[in-house]
């Protein structure tokens, strides 16, 4: 057990003690050189206090090492060979993918007339974020009620007709499950803030108006709401109209166990669940420790990103929801550093078969409303140590976009002639690296952000942040950039009607065009996913890098093949690697002598007849 009196390096050999530690150094942009100083290695726990100039922050870290005694084991194993290891995953967001009825937003008819496109594109799977009953405050993360689907997206005769056409096309479908919080207009909510005697009351952490703590939501303002006619403040992560559940409370998590039963019985084949690593909260919820809300930006989050009842009520609902059902289970999981992830995910720890984590989508020291260009250079590293880490215990998801993140060829560069290989580049990375990709509704088509004027901008979080910074701030990380609704046709082809949120950016090369133009960034897409749905090699094999010190390039082999990358601008010339076989495929035309700006190509060992 670590104490006030244990030092650095004995914090350093605890799972979070490690990730917490490479987390602060990360966001504070320092290498993790300087943690192997000797001085700062025997240094004395309590001592951080004179850094830190906060007890707490000590007492926290302390009590966060101390949750899981031992590191996840690297040793035996067989590396089991299952679909979701194999398949590519497409991410849908409902509202902005197709219209079916004009009223300007996406709905589930919609996606059904969208599944021959996905599956011609080799996608093995889908992942449909929140289609449930609604008032969506946040597009659906926030659910009034878990067994009915949202009006605006369609019926529930609609959800198991998209089932069983995913099925009969050898599609997976998985939805996501958001059980941290509910909405306010639940039931559950309602009644538990009218009606203080009530079983509910306990569903939720309700506290006196004096008796909330220093806690801050992630969209940007105070975690507590305070109702005035109950004079009662009720706590929320999210929006404030987004309650969190007490899963401390034992009907709570037979509620949850209920869910996820019910849409295994429809058939689904797993489920996304949304910021699952903060569903156990310290007990007495202690103040957040304002250097850690300085750094990190979310005062309180040491107190749940990583609760002591984590891994139990992971566990739990695995052993009477996802196990007996088999269900793939993939959580969100904001903060989880490597070793932690581990423990959320290794398959001797029966806990979530994969993880999201996040901490490649931002460079080092950066957020993301920064505005900045991303080095991709970074993401070799990150990469780097993260694929030699994983053990035949551990599997990693691997994606660059979603429906909370700008698009990633914007964060790269604004140089317009370099889109198609950047978008092509990004590709290569996602489909050819060893874990299973997850590509979000349009990255494949090149999509890019734009600037939203302020009545332009839909998402909760950006028009909170625009209280607070001003437009182009905004701009940088608003939701809303991946928000923008699909551009079928060169006409836009999403809806009949007026669509909810703006379109795509007009000179993007709408999916049809692209269907058509054998060089476009889609039908690049397309290959490399038939590619990697036929080579087990692009799976399985381990992936060995080679010049990994070398600036600017990155390059490795996965059994038969050779990948090599150009990460930035600047063309690269050397002394070209030995025995790469045979150019199979690559996101430029013709051949050079040297690697162009973003430049990736994949060779294939000659097979000998
Ligand atoms: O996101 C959780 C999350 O922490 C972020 O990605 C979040 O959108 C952002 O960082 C806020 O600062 C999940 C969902 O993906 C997101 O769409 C929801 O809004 C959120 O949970 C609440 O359910
Ligand atoms: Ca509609």
């Known amino acids: ?31 993790s050189v300087w943690i192997e100083n000797p001085l700062i290695l025997n240094l004395k726990l309590k001592h951080l206090n004179r850094f830190i100039k906060d007890e707490g922050f000590v007492d926290a870290l302390i009590n966060l090492a101390n949750q899981d005694k031992i590191f996840p084991t690297q040793e035996g194993g067989m590396l089991v060979k299952t679909w979701w290891k194999e398949i590519v995953f497409y991410q849908i967001y409902p509202k902005s993918f197709k219209d079916s009825n004009g009223d300007g937003k996406g709905d589930l008819q919609g996606i059904l007339s969208k599944l021959d496109y996905i599956e011609s594109m080799g996608f093995g799977g ?43 096309r050898g599609l997976k479908i998985i939805l996501d499950l958001v059980v941290n919080h509910t909405s306010d207009q639940h039931p559950w909510f309602m009644e538990a803030l009218n009606n203080p005697t009530s079983d509910k009351r306990d569903y939720y952490f309700f506290r006196d108006k004096d008796k909330t703590n220093n806690w801050v939501s992630f969209f940007y303002e105070s975690a507590w709401k305070y109702f005035e006619a109950q004079d009662i403040s009720a706590l929320h992560l999210f929006a404030s109209e987004q309650f969190d559940l007490n899963w401390d409370n034992q009907q709570v998590r037979d509620e949850v166990v209920r869910i996820i039963n019910f849409y295994a019985d429809l058939g689904i084949d797993g489920y996304r669940l949304d910021v699952i690593n903060y569903i156990s909260k310290n007990p007495g919820l202690p103040e957040g420790n304002p250097w850690v809300g300085e750094l990190i930006g979310f005062t309180g989050i040491e107190h749940y990103f990583y609760g002591p009842h984590l891994h139990d009520y992971l566990q739990e609902i695995n052993e009477r929801a996802f196990k007996p059902n088999q269900l793939f289970s ?34 080092p020291g950066k957020v993301r409303f920064d505005q900045y260009f991303y080095d991709l250079e970074y993401y070799k590293k990150y990469m780097i ?27 790269v560069s604004d140089q317009a002639h370099f889109y198609p290989a950047i978008g092509k580049l990004i590709g290569v990375l996602l489909l050819t690296l060893k874990g299973t990709p997850f590509i979000y509704q349009g990255q ?9 004027l302020e009545e332009e901008l839909r998402d909760v979080e950006s028009i909170n ?17 991946s928000r923008a609704v699909m551009k079928w046709n060169h006409e836009g082809g999403f809806t009949e009607g007026v669509p909810w949120i703006k379109s795509q950016h007009p000179e993007v090369v709408s999916i049809e065009e692209q269907l058509l133009d054998p060089h476009s960034i889609l039908c690049f897409y397309k290959t490399l ?58 996101n430029y035309l013709g051949d050079q002598e040297y690697l162009r700006p973003y430049e990736a190509i994949i060779y294939r060992k000659e097979q000998i007849l």
């Open 529 to 586: 996913i038939e590619l990697r749905n036929n080579n087990h090699d692009l799976i399985y094999s381990p992936v060995e890098f080679e010049f990994e010190y070398r600036h600017k390039y990155f390059g490795y082999r996965r059994g038969d093949y050779f990948i090599e990358m150009n990460l930035t601008s600047e063309p690269i010339r050397f002394e070209p690697v030995k025995n790469k076989g045979i150019k199979l495929l690559s």
């Open 126 to 168: 889908i992942w449909l974020s929140p289609i449930f009953k609604s008032p969506m405050k946040d597009n659906g993360y926030d659910i009034s009620d878990y067994y009915a689907i949202n009006p605006e997206m369609g019926t529930m005769d609609d959800l198991k007709q998209l089932i069983e056409a995913c099925h009969q």
């Open 385 to 411: 140590k993260w694929q030699k880490s994983l053990s035949n215990h551990d599997w990693m998801s691997l994606f660059f976009e979603n429906h909370d993140n700008p698009r990633m060829i914007s964060k």
């Open 444 to 452: 494949e088509a090149g999509f890019i952000n734009q600037f939203f």
């Open 1 to 31: 057990m670590l104490n006030k009196n244990s030092k650095i390096k004995d914090l350093l050999k605890t799972p979070i003690g490690k990730d917490v530690v490479d987390k602060v150094l990360l966001q504070m942009n320092k290498s």
């Open 330 to 363: 993939i959580g969100e999981t904001p903060g989880i550093g490597i070793e932690t992830s581990k423990m959320l995910s290794a398959d001797y720890r029966h806990e979530l078969d994969l993880i999201f984590n996040f901490d490649h989508l931002e460079n």
């Open 465 to 481: 942040k625009l209280k607070q910074s001003d437009l182009e701030t905004v701009n940088a990380g608003t939701r809303d950039q």
